[in-house]
């Protein structure tokens, strides 16, 4: 396979494609991490589930408890006799950023694609392309949840349509601040305090502290097709974050609502700018966890 090309990285994406199969697939190749890798997995597993007691929802937490890899870099093969009794999803390797057509592909089938490469020692906070770290610990714990499971499955199958409508930014807004951005409202506790669940959050130490603390971030009531209207940022802190009042909601707004018409409407206009306030929209205060 030769490297997908993608709008969202400007180098050239870091993976070993050659010998990927028609679906980008690769096997995992476990014995080839060397023990300074799985000490680095262990030190950034050790930081980022410090920061899960307090700002992760507790979905998440009982999913990394459940996966049980705080000792090195997880086989793919042990999270799947954990995930598919559950909900059904199994892990496949890839070489990194795949085409949109094959992820949406896997995921329209409950493959979940973890890219098989580990970060290096200078970018353990944050970097632009996927690697293990950010796809396992930051993924797959919500996989085991079963909202958030069927709500992928949906969206890979949500994908052929965006793309055939020429709304594919519009849909990926959707994952973006949700899967990877998103924050829910936890009030099992009474307290309803917000909590993380996006993976590129709490894939990162900065990000997970910045979301919840920053006093001048937006935090706005979850909105399908206001998500689907605002642009991101790919490379700094998100200026907007998008808060659910439950996990089930995200199922809720997005099976009731035609996204046809969504896309022919909006899908010319320009996109509101991260960090905007439109009229009569009220954020959410700055919340301590
Ligand atoms: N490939 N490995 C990988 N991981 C992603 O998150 C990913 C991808 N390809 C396409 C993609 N995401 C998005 O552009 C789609 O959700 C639209
Ligand atoms: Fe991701």
Redesign the pocket.
């Known amino acids: 396979m030769k490297k997908p090309s993608t709008e969202?990285s400007t180098s050239e994406l870091r993976g070993e494609y050659e010998g990927a199969a028609d679906d980008y697939t690769v096997g995992q190749d476990w014995q080839a991490y060397t023990p300074e890798m799985h000490a680095r997995w262990r030190r950034l597993h050790a930081r980022q589930s410090a920061l899960v007691e307090t700002h992760a929802c507790a979905a998440f937490r009982e999913g990394l408890a459940r996966l049980d890899c705080a000792d090195g870099i997880p086989r793919f093969e042990d999270a799947n006799a954990i995930l598919e009794p559950a909900t059904g999803w199994r892990l496949v390797g890839?070489p990194?950023?795949?085409?949109?057509a094959v992820?949406?592909d896997h995921l329209a089938h409950r493959r979940f694609?973890v890219?098989r490469w580990l970060r290096e020692e200078h970018e353990l906070d944050y970097l632009v392309e996927?690697d293990i770290f950010h796809d396992f610990f930051g993924h797959v714990p919500m996989l085991l949840d079963p909202t958030i499971a069927d709500f992928l499955e949906l969206y890979g199958k949500a994908?052929a349509r965006a793309m055939a409508m020429d709304a594919?930014d519009m849909?990926?807004r959707i994952?973006w601040y949700t899967i990877e951005f998103g924050l829910v409202r936890e009030s099992a506790d009474g307290l309803g305090r917000l909590k993380v669940f996006g993976a590129g959050i709490i894939s990162s130490s900065g990000e997970t502290r910045f979301s919840l603390e920053d006093p001048k971030v937006l935090r706005l009531p979850f909105d399908a097709v206001r998500v689907m209207r605002t642009g991101y940022m790919i490379d700094a802190f998100q200026k907007t974050y998008f808060v659910l009042e439950s996990l089930p909601q995200l199922i809720e707004d997005l099976v009731g609502l035609d996204f046809g018409p969504v896309y022919e409407t909006w899908r010319q206009a320009p996109p509101i700018p991260a960090g905007d306030l439109l009229p009569g929209e009220t954020p959410f205060g700055e919340l301590t966890p």
């Open positions: 969202t890839v990194g950023f795949i085409p949109d992820f949406f694609p890219t996927p994908g594919l849909l990926a994952y």
